[in-house]
């Protein structure tokens, strides 16, 4: 009777280990989410405003400023500043959103090899460190990316009404000087099926 309870609190101490393994990688599944609700504008959309912008304001910057209004002439240095954010972040917001993806495939790697044994049930000091350090990694990882992803969104937040609102007055003066800034490939599709 002795030698089964004894058994039994050994096999129990080990699920309870694997348990918290498991427990440990659905945490990070749960930080992926977190991240990856970070990533509320699209990507190209925010390439496709930045080639945009960058051609608009190159080509602005050849016409006679006398011919703009002093509104225009303000709202086009807010253009300007939504612009160097838009191109500050960029690279770094392709990055981050790659990385995630990347994560993304690492955390169910970590997962298939927990379910397949690989750092058995917890029991073997050695695998159990193996996967504490990949889980620890990984959640450094995250908790990097959230981090950045959340300093994007909030530059993007903060700069979206803004970009609503002068677009239009943007693309108004674009036509009125008639010259038309550079598109994306995608921008040119669109456009011409709304032609």
């Known amino acids: 009777m002795v030698f089964i309870i004894g058994c039994g609190s050994g096999n129990g101490n080990s699920e309870s280990k694997f348990g918290q393994m498991t427990e440990m990688s ?17 990507l190209d959309v925010i390439k496709e405003r930045q080639v945009y912008m960058k051609s608009f304001l190159k080509s602005l910057k050849f016409e006679d400023g006398n011919k703009l209004t002093e509104t225009e002439k303000s709202d086009a240095i807010r253009y300007e500043a939504i612009y160097r954010v838009y191109r500050e ?37 050695t695998k159990l460190n193996t996967f504490k350090k990949e889980f620890a990694a990984l959640e450094r990882r995250l908790v990097e990316g959230t981090e950045m992803a959340t300093f994007i969104d909030k530059q993007l937040t903060g700069v979206e009404p803004g ?33």
């Open 26 to 42: 659905d945490s990070l599944w749960s930080k992926h989410k977190a991240l990856s609700s970070k990533f509320r504008f699209k």
């Open 89 to 125: 972040i960029s690279e770094n917001y392709t990055h981050t959103v790659l990385s995630a993806e990347e994560l993304f495939y690492e955390i169910k790697g970590l997962e298939k090899q927990l379910k397949n044994g690989v750092y058995g049930d917890g029991e073997d000091v």
């Open 163 to 195: 970009f609503q609102t002068l677009q239009p007055k943007m693309e108004a003066i674009a036509a009125r000087f008639n010259f038309v800034p550079e598109q994306t490939e995608n921008q040119k599709e669109e456009e011409e099926e709304r032609d």
